[in-house]
């Protein structure tokens, strides 16, 4: 299954099953995070066997259950770092979704004091990404999916285009639609002027900027290109 085809069936999952992750899984999620850390100067991090950040109800709201790994988002403090956890961080993320597992991004309800002491001096954490084995989703996921779901945004509600912007540009937006967002607000808008694309955010908090990296990502799976990292970044689409 290629990422593209794993962002077209992702959903975000609470429940697993709890099962321990096999070692080849283990060892190609490890393999993952490590490449993309490599091209991206990030320090995100697998936990495997740790769900101590996802036992207190006071943390978790009681929304997540069977939690036994997650990847720690993590990089040097800086905007640009939030920006490119949510990009790379949601590749490793379908990564596991094309293996069959369940992931959902946390940026709030996981108690922080447990994951930070993973991290090195230096590194700043921005939330984790949830990862394991599922089955079919629970009436509780169902309820908490669709408590937070509020009107889905469409396609001419997240762009503003002038002149006329060719087919690849609305299937980069109808795919960025897909893309999980910090309470499913999706801010991000993609910006089409006479050539130029650009996507930006914005700006009210933090999780904005995560949601902008991640956006940008499905729009790539969709158009082969490259985006600059930044609000209002371009996107420079292969010939
Ligand atoms: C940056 C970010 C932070 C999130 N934080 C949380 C969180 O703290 N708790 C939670 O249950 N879900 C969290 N989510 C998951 C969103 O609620 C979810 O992506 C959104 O409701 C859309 O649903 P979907 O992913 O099933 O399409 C977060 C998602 C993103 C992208």
Known sequence: ?????????????????????????????????????????????LCVGEGNAFKKLRNTYGMFSGVN??????????????????YYGEKAALTAVSMGMGTCFVGATFDKSVAKEFLSDGEAMYGVVTVGYISDESVKEKFIRGAIRMKKRTVRDVVEVTGDAPVWFWDGVESALLAPSARNLFPTVFNWNNGTVTASVPDKYMYQRMDLGIAKLHFELAVEGDWEFSNNGRFFKHV
């Open 69 to 86: 790994n997650y990847i720690i988002l993590a990089g040097k403090d800086s905007v640009d770092t939030v920006e490119k956890l949510g």
């Open 1 to 45: 299954m290629t990422l593209y085809d794993a962002a077209k069936i992702r959903i975000s999952r609470r429940s697993y099953d709890g099962r321990a992750l096999t070692e080849s899984d283990a060892q190609i999620l490890c393999e993952t995070v490590g490449r993309l850390n490599k091209e991206s100067g990030l320090c995100m991090r």
